[in-house]
């Protein structure tokens, strides 16, 4: 599904990532660690497509990756940072809407963003705005609104960061599902549990930028 | 040096447009006591209003902590902020009034002693604008209160002008330079008197966690506003949504645009305040671009005006179209393209705005006896512009870099000037859109000339929006 092929970034003389290279198969989790600086961020960039490699290539579904296009859309959700949450929609407005967006049937986008809700532990938040969640509720649905549509292939920054350890086991609990049925996941992060309960592979970057 | 630059010229400008004819026409007609009542009122209401999120005792927040814990009384901590403020309104309201005053006696039209009387009775006016602020900061939701009686007493008194007399501000418009004169003078002052003795007691009852909480939005807002970042500057002192929260702003449907719509329409009820005075404010841009269609009327200073006050009546509809600037300049996160998005979120601020616009326009064309097409017309090219303008600004980002760089010449760096001008350039565009929708009739190249500079500039921001 994702075959990345001695990939690397230079900005202005800097080396920003070392060339890597890592495949990975549909229904699998590749866990993406290292120190500070290493480059972790920028791979999954390179991978979103809105960062060009300088050397190597990298495919997936065995196409070039571009951001723009159409079906590329359709087959990868990245979340790189909190996305942009409306001010005026309740958390599960604004779930709804994504879900809305996607699938042409309304029962059914219903439907998805009410089970993506329970599952991360916010049905009883769904009434409250962003700016009234605390936050780990606000990663929470930043990861919401990213689960809340369809995709194969799912990049994600540090998706533990701001939670304590019982909403991350929650948050592995639904990424694992998501890769059991398929999908297959990009994960950047520190920490050791989330790569323990995940990771199919684990890419070490270990040459600071 | 750069006030000097840009005060003088405005300032100029400012006479030049009192003492021009259409400017004289305007502040000699018979209606211009009352209109001055009116403003005052307006005045009022709005420092009452104004007090309840940045009143005239602020300081740095460090500064307010440390004197807030301290045991000195908050009149004497706090005595030099609300002197500075009481001194800048006291000054602009005096100094607006010598310009009006000044400009009927350069052309005879009122003597000297109503010219000063006018400025002293403006500098009352001035006090007491300053104290009612004061009130609105010490007690913002009688503020807000007090804020929509005065606006409501004011509206009765546009029905029944006689009871005009009765309000305090009635007493103003008699002392216009050609009023008809009588004891404003001594009951203003007496109602000045008694509320500047009310001071003390009223800044004692400043709570700690009001000063503090209006010093850190103000220290934000001024540092964004430093940065010309002007529109985070403003979304520190909006009203966060809190109404209708049960009730559901997405239904989805099979028909998508009307998903839209109900969304935009409930996010919007979701600051009532600011969906009033954004639809109040759209009303008073078709109100004006009828009466700049009114013979003797100065057309393109009240297009402009109509202008900047449709982009700001816009603020509170377009909420949507700020989000869906956000989501497509970040990763994809909807199911439908950029373009679409963006064109989905205008729908709901331009029906309001179409709807609001010609009832507005329909009413005050029959009030003033001037023909419906042409403000029309105007009204709709404006609305539509400054709807574009919205959509850019919301497009803009940050300060490009390369506007950092400076341009050395012989008059100096004009640097400065072109960020202030990037920072301001959806104000700008509007004011002159409204300008160009009133003159649409008399110089059309103008009207399309501004609106191929709108739409030019949406599409370069749009083209780099990632």
Known sequence: MIMVDHVGVISSGTTLLSP??????RGEAVVVRGRNGTGKSTLLR???????????????????????????RRLVSTMIGLPPM??????????????????????????????VLEELGLGELGERFAHEL???????????????????????????????????????????????????????????????????????????A | MLALVTMIPVGRAVWLSAASPEGLALLSDAMAPRATSLVVAALWAGALLVGSTRGPVVLPPLLTHALAVSDLPRF????????????????????????????????????????????????????????????????????????????????????????????????????????????????????????????????????FVALTAQAARWD?????????????????????????RNIRAVRPSTHLPWTFVVRDAIGALRTPGRLIVGVLALVAAGTLVVMAFAPGMPGWLLGCVAGLIAFAGLGPLTEGVRHAASAVADFPLYGIGDERLIAQHTLFPLAVTVIVTVGAVAVCSAIMGVGIGAPLVGALALGLMTMIARVNNALKGGLPTVLLTPMPTAAGDPMAAVRILWALDALILSAFAGASAVLLFEAPIFGMSIGAAVIAIGISRWRSRR
């Open chain 1, 20 to 25: 890597v290279s890592i495949a990975a198969s």
């Open chain 2, 220 to 244: 934000s807002a001024t540092a964004h506003a430093t940065g010309l970042d002007f529109s985070s500057a403003m979304t520190t002192y909006q009203t966060r949504p809190h109404a209708a």
């Open chain 2, 76 to 207: 004497e901590a706090f005595r030099s902020p609300l002197l500075r403020s009481g001194v800048i309104v006291t000054t602009v309201c005096a100094v607006a009034a010598g310009v009006i005053a000044t400009s009927l006696a350069s052309h005879g039209l009122a003597d000297m002693a109503g010219v000063a009387r006018f400025i002293l009775i403006s500098a009352i006016v001035g006090a007491i604008s300053t104290v009612l602020w004061l009130v609105g900061q010490v007690f913002p939701r009688t503020g807000v209160g007090g804020a929509f009686g005065i606006v409501t007493i004011g509206w009765i008194g546009t029905l029944a002008p006689s009871a005009i007399d009765y309000a305090p501000w009635g007493w103003v418009g008699p002392a216009y330079p050609t009023g008809e004169g009588g004891p404003s003078f001594v009951a203003l002052a007496a109602l000045a008197l008694s509320m500047v003795a009310l001071v003390p007691a009223l800044m004692n009852r400043l709570g």
């Open chain 1, 46 to 72: 390179v991978l979103a497509g809105v960062r060009k490699p300088s050397t190597g290539t990298v495919r997936i579904n065995g196409t070039v990756v571009a951001e723009r296009d159409r079906s590329f």
């Open chain 1, 86 to 115: 409306a001010s005026d929609l309740t958390v599960r407005d604004h779930v709804t809407l994504v879900a809305t967006t996607w699938f042409d049937d309304p029962a059914v986008a219903v439907d998805i963003a009410e089970s």
């Open chain 1, 134 to 208: 605390s936050s780990g509720q606000t990663q929470l649905f930043g990861l919401a609104l990213m689960l809340a549509r369809p995709f194969e292939v799912l990049i994600l920054d540090e998706p533990e960061q701001r939670l304590d350890p019982e909403h991350i086991e929650c948050v592995i609990r639904v990424l694992r599902s998501r890769r059991d049925r398929g999908a297959t996941l990009v994960v950047a992060t520190h920490s050791v549990v989330l790569t323990e309960a995940l990771a199919d592979h684990v890419l070490e970057l270990e040459t600071a």
